[in-house]
């Protein structure tokens, strides 16, 4: 007999769940801080060599391509689309049924992703025309960036082999493996920027060749781990049988639309670096400066909740146990808005400081401080929406219903591109970061509207004092915040970084004592988060 289920009010989800969950990001989020650690000091090493100058504008427009196609596929469409099938595989149709799928899988994706990797490098010019065409003007930059894309672009084949690699230890519950990985790309970048940089010709070139060498050993370490679950994947010459495989036409048919739907935020952001590439030299490093910074929460809470969510939602959902899959959902959102929101103060607020500590050496000067701090604000502004987003896309991808997040998609597309002619004029480079945060606050209320409507989601009790209490907190942070910003020269400290550092982490330790600290004081305790959902 069936166990009874409880009504939605007053929604309780296992214990052992939730400590699974909470160990998983626990794991998935200091592996992601270690990333995100090596990822700064690599920016930090990028910064100091080259500061905003018009190479730094080539790599990161040349690195924003396998950057783009990364987000599609690691982080989107591939990822949304497969790791449902194979879970429903995993837990219905047995080792064998399953293990055919992924060899399909990979076989399919390795040839085609060859042949898109061969396209790319000889279409080099034509895709950078097309990405940066404010490079035309100056043919050294131009060529810096054709020569740049060539050599990272079978990054983007390595990189989706990873994507699948990923998915597979994901369901099989190895997060570890799956979140180091990108550690491995800071560490040739920071190797690249410190050792083969000064010997080269033009120093740039050697982050370029940094990233590709990343993306191998990216895919090499995750062998040892499927070998050892006995899911390592085979590739076949023959394509024709993979193709027909049933499995791999349904992921093929759920990934389309999922596709579309991702693919429509990474047009707006490749327009949005064409804009930028005619705003001047630096304007296109200003925002990637901002958007690393940016990354930082947003990877740590919505890619890491986001990436346990999607098996457990995509199992819920199989099983048809809406209490749990709703639960599981109430979990993850609160979880986001305790710990999204002084993130995005920190960034609106604090973003002087932030930004002097981590850039204001070498060839990184003041303008280059404030100018990077304007992009920052504007990031802040969307930031829970942009992590929100994370979260609640999961919820349709686990039910397999792709349409709903393309046609928000396509909306939000149009109403980013059409903020920017209202925001550009007004604030300049700035303004890119404040349509894409306006767009993201778009998409993130259709997306719980629709969840709602649907009812795949039915919110548990208790959300109104949960966010007064946040909203009280937040005043208060705000204000200290706003205060240390305000009441020392981050950028005179430069002279005495040492104390700069001291400072800044000093700051940031009071500010999340005061917060959390307020939280309590008013009642919130924070081993809920380990009993319920609510």
Wanted: charged content about 10%.
């Amino acid at each position: 007999m069936p166990p009874r289920r409880r009504p939605h009010a007053g929604l309780t989800l296992p214990r052992i769940l939730i400590l699974n969950l909470l160990k998983a990001l626990a794991t998935i989020s200091s592996l992601t801080m270690l990333s995100r650690i090596t990822g700064l000091v690599r920016e930090i090493l990028i910064a100091r060599a080259f500061g905003a100058s018009d190479m730094t504008d080539a790599f990161n427009v040349a690195f924003r391509i396998p950057n783009l196609l990364r987000r599609i596929f690691a982080e989107g469409a591939f990822s949304q689309a497969f790791v449902p099938i194979l879970n429903e595989y995993h837990g219905k149709r047995g080792h064998d049924e399953t293990m055919s799928l992924v060899d399909a899988v990979a076989t399919v994706m390795t040839w085609v992703l060859a042949a898109v990797s061969l396209l790319g490098v000889i279409g080099a010019p034509i895709v950078m025309t097309v990405v940066a065409t404010g490079f035309r003007g100056d043919s050294e930059t131009y060529n810096a960036a054709v020569f740049m894309t060539r050599v990272m672009f079978p990054y983007i084949g390595l990189i989706s082999m990873v994507a699948l690699a990923s998915g597979i230890l994901n369901t099989w519950r190895n997060f570890a493996v799956p979140a180091f990985t990108p550690v491995l790309l800071n560490l040739c970048l920071i190797v690249a920027a410190l050792f083969v940089g000064p010997h080269m010709s033009q120093p740039i070139y050697a982050q370029a060749w940094g990233v590709l060498v990343g993306g191998v050993l990216q895919l090499v370490i995750q062998v040892p781990a499927m070998r050892k679950l006995g899911v390592m994947p085979r590739v076949s010459l023959n394509l024709r049988a993979a193709w027909a495989n049933p499995g791999v036409r349904r992921v093929i048919t759920q990934m389309l639309p999922a596709l579309l739907a991702v693919s429509v935020a990474q047009i707006s952001l490749i327009i949005n670096t064409n804009i930028a590439s005619r705003l001047g030299a630096g304007a296109v490093s200003y925002i990637t400066y901002a958007d690393r910074l940016m990354e930082f929460p947003t990877a740590l809470l919505g890619v890491a909740l986001g990436t346990i969510l999607l098996p457990s939602l995509s199992r819920a959902s199989a099983e048809d146990n809406r209490e749990e899959y709703s639960g599981l959902l109430d979990w993850g959102l609160r979880l986001t808005f305790l710990l999204a929101l002084p993130c995005a103060a920190g960034l609106m607020l604090f973003g002087t400081p932030i930004t002097s500590v981590l850039f204001h050496y070498g060839r990184f000067d003041a303008h280059a401080v404030e100018m990077t701090q304007q992009a920052l604000t504007t990031y802040g502004v969307g930031l829970l929406a942009l992590i929100l987003i994370k979260i609640l896309t999961p919820g349709f991808y686990a039910r397999q219903d792709i349409r709903t997040p393309v046609k928000i998609a396509i909306l939000v597309l149009i109403i980013t591109q059409a903020s920017n002619y209202v925001f550009v004029p007004m604030l300049q480079h700035a303004g890119l970061p404040l349509s894409i945060s306006f767009g993201a606050t778009v998409n993130a209320l259709l997306l719980f509207y629709g969840l709602r409507r649907r009812g795949y989601y039915h919110p548990a009790p208790g959300w109104g004092l949960f966010l007064l209490r946040l909203v009280a907190a937040m005043l208060i942070l705000s204000g200290m915040l706003l205060w240390f910003a305000r009441n020392f020269d981050w950028i005179a400290l430069g002279a005495t970084p040492g104390l700069r550092i001291a400072l800044m982490g000093a700051c940031l330790v009071l500010a999340a004592t005061v917060y959390f600290g307020t939280l309590w004081l008013m009642g919130l305790r924070y081993s809920s988060f380990r009993r319920r959902a609510g």
